[in-house]
């Protein structure tokens, strides 16, 4: 495989659901990122681990739990979502500090029910 | 004022026309530029990154302009298939990690 794969591709969850989203990424880069994109929105920054450290948490409710346990794996944890959290959520890789582009998955679209 | 920001557009255009997006950013310690595509409920693309001395890849030109902060994509011979979402991007470095901005996307329609 290559290239950054995301699943599952789709998700429908309750309120009390817990659920958690995968990503891996077969780059062999040092950075993972988490990002929401609802409708006619831009992309939103949730988080960032480089080196397996996370960098950036741009006040992402505590009901979304990042979890990256080694460079190639990087997984959202969700627990007791709202509706108005049903979006496109996804994943990308980069090699962190070189100015390098982000690579990213096809994506998970969630709904909340 | 948002770091960075696109004409939303949208852009309908008949197919071989030619058109341009313009992007501004707002933080002169941005470093890096890129152009996304993002086709319909898919993940964005990269389509290529924006180098000060501006650069072409086929139908495709980017440029990019340091002192008015301002990166432009321009497509010629414009086809059905270049209908997309547009996203312009900006880098720069944040302590411990590199932060890539992405502006909303500008949304381009080829007419046949």
């Known amino acids: 495989e290559t290239g950054v794969t995301q699943t599952p591709r789709h998700l429908v969850m309750g309120m009390t659901n817990k659920k958690s989203l995968k990503c891996e990424q077969h780059l062999g880069h040092n950075a993972m990122y988490w990002y929401k994109q609802s409708a006619k929105k831009p992309l939103e920054l949730m988080f960032v681990y480089s080196l397996e450290e996370r960098v950036e948490n741009n006040s992402v409710p505590s009901r979304f739990s990042p979890e990256c346990p080694n460079s190639s794996h990087l997984f959202l944890h969700l627990h007791t979502l709202q509706p108005e959290d049903s979006a496109l959520y996804l994943c990308?890789?980069?090699?962190?500090?070189?100015?390098?582009?982000?690579?990213f998955g096809n994506g998970t679209r969630l709904t909340v029910t | 004022r948002k770091e960075v920001e696109q004409d939303p557009g949208p852009f309908n255009v008949p197919e071989g026309a030619t058109v341009a997006f313009n992007c501004t950013y707002s933080?002169?310690?941005?470093?890096?530029f890129f152009w996304y595509r993002q086709d319909c409920r898919k993940e964005p693309k990269l389509l290529m990154s924006?180098?000060?001395s501006g650069n072409e890849d086929g139908r495709f030109t980017a440029q990019l302009n340091r002192a008015s902060q301002y990166i432009s994509l321009l497509i010629r011979d414009s086809k059905l298939s270049d209908s997309a979402t547009y996203l312009c991007?900006?880098?720069?470095?944040?302590?411990?990690?590199?932060?890539?901005?992405f502006g909303k996307g500008t949304l381009l329609t080829v007419n046949p």
């Open positions: 933080n002169s310690a941005s470093q890096s």
């Open positions: 990308a890789s980069s090699q962190i500090n070189t100015g390098s582009p982000l690579h």
């Open positions: 924006v180098y000060s």
């Open positions: 991007v900006a880098g720069r470095s944040g302590g411990s990690n590199y932060k890539l901005t």
